[in-house]
């Protein structure tokens, strides 16, 4: 497990008390554990977005391909994040990333985020998939009356740098179109996302990756990895894979102690939701929100909310380091205060499930695709920085295509490709998360 995490967090024998969980359609394929000794083309680790996207471009182009998964399917963040179909999946500026990757391959990289979530609609479409898809875009609401200006800022950068219409809505404007809280003072429309239910998506995922030939295997965590001169042995607790290739997609919860090659370069962080009871109609009016748009506040720890299609509300925010049961249980009331300051009409509506999950963070703040070892037998696609819904699903289908040669390396923006770095005194990671919070917590003030 990453060394900056606790026990608690990996609880692979039970699902996470979600929503999503309660709600869920039935797996519908036999992910049976591993137990004996298999061989393969490709073995993926983690049956996730990015796993399973992986799987299924590279099952339907005839390669032999095993998933392993320590839980069930969407165990982790795959099941239980917000359900957010947007662009996003980064923490660095725009500025800061066309002065690092310069502007042409920074567009390449915006157009690659809007291009994912196409590629989601196109896969519930394709394979039937019932995600509860819902809304249409996204918008950022300004948390402060000193934010307004910085969004009008934002919607000219976007116009003048990628060609992206956004709308600025006034706090007037909020209210005629149900999107009206007494914290909020300005927003701004994107028209690219959706809302989905992320397990049907990810059960739907596998569903359609078994049919086209991948095995997928739950309950069966990666204990030990050899590598040899003949290929890639992955030791279960009741199995072996010999693979020729192996992706690694575990993301946030990628096994530090197993393999080395992932060592000190991420950085899990928590994310915690709630869902209440069905509001009604007269409360939704109350409040003044009615909206299915997807909805983020302009904090650097951010809350993100939304309407699901049957009248419940989710409402989930960053923040916390303590991944323990104890700490989960100290966490909710910080979420479910900031829920209800923000959304006074509904202190009495019931909280019906709250989960927490880890999001996770490169250092170099982007996600990356690529291989990790010079001889091109590795490989991953992870980093998603809390926005995985899509771009975990383009990832997945984009590293099955270079470990494949269908795709180039060069056709991938650099900001994908450049690097995994490590980061500087990895042991200190919980520190610098725990720093960065108190930074962020004064600039959310300000």
Avoid at 238 to 246: D, I
Avoid at 391 to 410: E, I, N, P, Y
Wanted: aromatic letters at 10%; proline letters at 5%.
């Amino acid at each position: 497990m990453p060394s900056t995490t606790h026990p608690h967090a990996f609880h692979f024998d039970r699902a996470v008390d979600s929503y999503w969980e309660a709600s869920a359609d039935p797996p519908g394929i036999d992910a049976a554990p591993l137990q004996s000794e298999e061989t393969c083309d490709v073995a993926i680790i983690g049956a996730g977005f990015t796993g399973l996207s992986a799987a299924l471009e590279l099952a339907g182009s005839g390669a032999d391909v095993r998933v392993l998964e320590a839980g069930r399917v969407g165990w982790g963040a795959s099941g239980r994040n917000g359900g957010f179909a947007c662009i996003g999946s980064h923490k660095l500026s725009y500025g800061q990333m066309i002065r690092t990757y310069g502007l042409e391959a920074t567009r390449h990289y915006y157009q690659t985020m809007h291009q994912s979530v196409a590629l989601v609609r196109e896969t519930l479409d394709r394979y039937g998939i019932d995600a509860w898809a819902s809304g249409d875009g996204e918008v950022t609401l300004a948390h402060l009356p000193s934010r307004v200006a910085e969004l009008r800022d934002e919607q000219a950068f976007l116009r003048e740098t990628f060609g992206d219409r956004t709308e600025f809505l006034p706090k007037e404007e909020l209210a005629a179109r149900g999107l009206d809280g007494p914290g909020f003072h300005a927003g701004l429309k994107g028209n690219t996302g959706f809302g989905i239910h992320p397990l049907n998506y990810a059960r739907g995922l596998a569903r359609a990756a078994a049919k086209a030939g991948a095995r997928i295997h739950g309950s069966s965590r990666l204990l030990r990895w050899e590598e040899t001169p003949q290929g890639h042995v992955l030791h279960t607790a009741e199995g072996r894979l010999r693979a020729r290739h192996v992706i690694v997609a575990t993301n946030g919860y990628t096994p530090e102690d197993v393999s080395p090659r992932h060592g000190g370069k991420l950085m899990p962080a928590l994310s915690s939701i709630l869902v209440t009871r069905v509001l009604t109609q007269d409360e939704l009016q109350s409040q003044g929100w009615t909206s299915p748009l997807m909805a983020y506040d302009s904090r650097k720890l951010l809350h993100y909310f939304r309407l699901l299609p049957n009248g419940r509300f989710l409402f989930g925010g960053r923040g916390g380091t303590d991944a323990s049961d104890n700490g989960s249980t100290a966490y909710r009331p910080v979420l479910e205060g900031a829920f209800r300051e923000l959304f006074p009409a509904w202190r009495g509506a019931e909280i019906t499930h709250y989960w927490r999950g880890f999001v996770c963070l490169a250092y170099d703040l982007v996600p990356y695709v690529g291989a990790l070892d010079e001889a091109r037998t590795v490989w991953t696609a992870i980093a998603y920085h809390g926005n995985g819904v899509a771009m975990g699903s383009w990832c997945g289908r984009a590293v099955a295509r270079l470990l494949t040669g269908k795709a180039a390396h060069g056709e991938l923006s650099p900001v994908l490709t450049r690097r995994l770095a490590r980061f500087p005194l990895p042991a200190f990671r919980p520190l610098y998360l725990k720093g960065a919070y108190v930074w962020y917590g004064w600039q959310d003030k300000s």
